[in-house]
């Protein structure tokens, strides 16, 4: 038979159709896959369920959550009553915090401020160059150098080309043969100007300081003046250009952060020149800023109401401990504190809090959490660049946030603190659960949501701490804060303490206050020279007015004194520094109690560390 080329291809056409059929399934199933992984999003649902917020919206059609922020924020504020302006006409930021043209026309048309503040009366910042060449100097013309000091090994070798070196850890001989200019880098330098902050001093003390308070005279009344202003509003420009929201700005921290210190730093002095009223004054200008920190919607804004309080409250205490402290300056401070709560606020927050998170993952999504969970586990930023369905992961976000704002709204901090402890309990137990034990849940969108949501609820579980215990802390300072007044004021009734807290009951106090830890009262005992006051702190145990572990770093607390760190071997420590290590070993292990130890031990001067400086050294050099 022939067999023809039609015959021919007519065969081979039908011995390799099904090839050709399977290719083509092949190639639409990875198709199929590769657009279900890396294909578009399903689109955000705007409902209450999924966006929270439907109004307002942004010119993408989604929630436009930085809009809604700051009509929250702006409410009743005016260009009087806002402390924003006065404290941006006082440290305007300037250098890497500079706003730009745009940021500062958008922040000063909001305010209704006239035009961007005179540089030339901006505070200048404290601890600048020619204020650490003259604490090295002050340095070196008190404090003694000391005798027989070895060069320094090879490892400490410094270069000093160009500007001001840091010399941390440099050893002794290494700063005494280094110039001024140089020797203003090092870390003993650095601490004397800063020690300005932490006790109480006087012109004599730090001079370089009291001339910079009076070069900045000016600029420092107007942070009284943003103080005593009713409303506090400073919108982070992010917020006003529109677009994705932001966190208070880093900008905004360091600018509140450094009125802060700059209050902190006149009430220390004002309190070493025996100038109790002013110094009074200081601290509740501190308190007050604290307040207006924390009218903020975010938790940031919460943390540094928590923190410039706490210097506030540390400042009230210093002038309580102190005997020539007048009564009517005491009783004043208390009627103050009477009238003003803790200024940390967490239930501010939740709202601002859910529309952030919810915010980050409609507009920041894979970026947003790529940056958040990729450093504790690479596969998760790897699935959030795949194609996801993030509606079920902010109805997941929602659902957290019901809870807590559920257990916000309980009526006693008791139960407030049980159903938040439930709550982090319950988001504990997810995080202990592998995202991908079940890998088959990768292949879809809605199967990649559910991992995505577990890691994102798993992360809620370590904020918990803070929120549980910080309010609770602020809560204990504050009624602590004034029973010290409360003691102060019998002091200066009956020269001395009282036995017990129960005789402060009706003269100086209506009734005690209680511990927020335990409900019970402080518990208290006189000492040789003053008084312990304490509280058992989040553990409930009473340690004896001891922590283990400070809240803010590696120190420790032994009834009421601070143990300060103590380097070197065990054979070459001071009497001092064995002091402290004997202490630090009587500390229970887990011990928690925030105390007040009066009176307040005073971190000394350098020159009263060492031998100060005689005249014959001075002339030997």
């Known amino acids: 038979m022939f067999d023809s080329p039609i015959d021919r291809h007519r065969r081979t056409k039908k011995s390799t159709l099904p090839w050709w059929l399977l290719a083509l399934a092949t190639l639409t199933a990875v198709g199929l896959v590769l657009y279900v992984t890396f294909g578009p999003n399903p689109p955000i649902v705007i409902s209450k369920a999924t966006t929270h917020r439907t109004t307002p919206l942004a010119a993408d059609g989604l929630p436009d959550y930085a809009a809604a922020l700051l009509a929250k924020m702006r409410k009743d504020v005016t260009p009087d009553n806002n402390g924003a302006i006065p404290l941006l006409e006082a440290m305007w930021p300037e250098g890497d915090d500079a706003y730009s043209p745009t940021e500062a026309k958008l922040l000063i048309e909001e305010l209704g401020m006239p035009d961007v503040p005179n540089p030339t009366r901006r505070i200048e910042t404290y601890g600048g160059d020619a204020m650490n060449l003259a604490a090295a100097r002050l340095y070196r013309s008190r404090v003694a150098k000391p005798a027989n000091i070895a060069g320094p090994p090879a490892s400490e070798e410094i270069d000093f080309g160009g500007g001001f070196p840091t010399l941390y850890g440099t050893n002794d001989a290494a700063f005494w043969s280094a110039t001024d200019d140089q020797a203003a880098g090092d870390i003993r330098v650095e601490e004397l100007v800063w020690l300005a902050l932490d006790r109480p001093w006087t012109a004599e003390d730090l001079p370089f300081?009291?001339?910079?308070?009076?070069?900045?005279?000016?600029?420092?009344?107007?942070?009284?003046?943003?103080?005593?202003?009713?409303?506090?509003?400073?919108?982070?420009?992010?917020?006003?250009?529109?677009?994705?929201?932001?966190?208070?700005?880093?900008?905004?921290?360091?600018?509140?952060?450094?009125?802060?210190r700059?209050?902190?730093?006149?009430?220390?002095?004002a309190l070493g020149c025996k100038r109790y009223d002013d110094a009074a004054h200081e601290s509740v200008s501190l308190l007050k800023m604290a307040h207006h920190v924390g009218r903020g919607r975010l938790m940031i804004d919460q943390l540094l109401a928590s923190a410039f309080e706490g210097m506030g409250m540390a400042q009230i205490q210093a002038l309580a401990a102190d005997p020539a402290t007048p009564g009517a300056t005491l009783r004043w401070l208390l009627k103050v504190l009477d009238g003003s709560p803790p200024a940390c606020d967490i239930v501010r927050t939740i709202e601002g809090e859910r529309w952030y998170g919810l915010d980050s993952l409609i507009r920041g999504e894979a970026t947003f959490l790529e940056s958040w969970l990729q450093p504790t586990d690479p596969l998760l930023g790897l699935a959030s660049r795949t194609s996801i369905d993030w509606n079920p992961v902010l109805v997941a976000l929602n659902e957290y946030h019901d809870r807590k704002d559920a257990a916000y709204k309980l009526p006693t901090p008791r139960q407030q603190a049980d159903a938040l402890q439930q709550l982090a309990d319950d988001y504990a137990l997810v995080s202990q659960i592998d995202p991908f034990a079940e890998p088959m849940r990768l292949l879809t969108p809605a199967g990649r949501a559910g991992v995505i949501s577990q890691a994102v609820l798993a992360s809620f579980s370590v904020t918990f701490e803070w929120e549980l215990t910080v309010p609770g802390r602020d809560k204990t300072k504050y009624e602590a804060t004034r029973l010290a007044l409360a003691l102060a004021i019998y002091r200066t009734d009956h020269n001395a303490y009282p036995a017990s807290l129960d005789e402060l009951v009706p003269a100086v106090l209506p009734k005690l206050p209680v511990d927020t830890f335990t409900d019970a009262p402080f518990l208290y005992r006189l000492t040789d020279d003053g008084y312990l006051l304490y509280s058992c702190g989040a553990n409930g145990v009473d340690d004896g007015g001891s922590h283990d572990q400070s809240y803010y770093g590696p120190s420790q607390t032994f009834e009421g004194i601070k143990i300060r760190e103590v380097d070197g071997a065990p054979d070459k420590l001071t009497a001092d520094e064995q002091a402290m290590v004997d202490m630090a070993a009587q500390i229970p292990a887990g011990a928690d109690d925030w105390s007040l130890r009066v009176p307040i031990p005073v971190e000394p001067w350098p020159w009263e560390k060492q031998p100060a400086k005689t005249p014959a050294a001075e002339a030997a050099e």
């Open 209 to 260: 300081a009291a001339e910079w308070i009076e070069a900045n005279r000016a600029g420092l009344d107007r942070l009284h003046d943003a103080a005593e202003k009713s409303h506090f509003y400073l919108p982070a420009p992010e917020h006003l250009a529109g677009g994705k929201m932001a966190e208070l700005g880093n900008r905004q921290i360091s600018l509140i952060r450094s009125a802060a």
């Open 262 to 269: 700059h209050l902190e730093l006149l009430c220390n002095y």
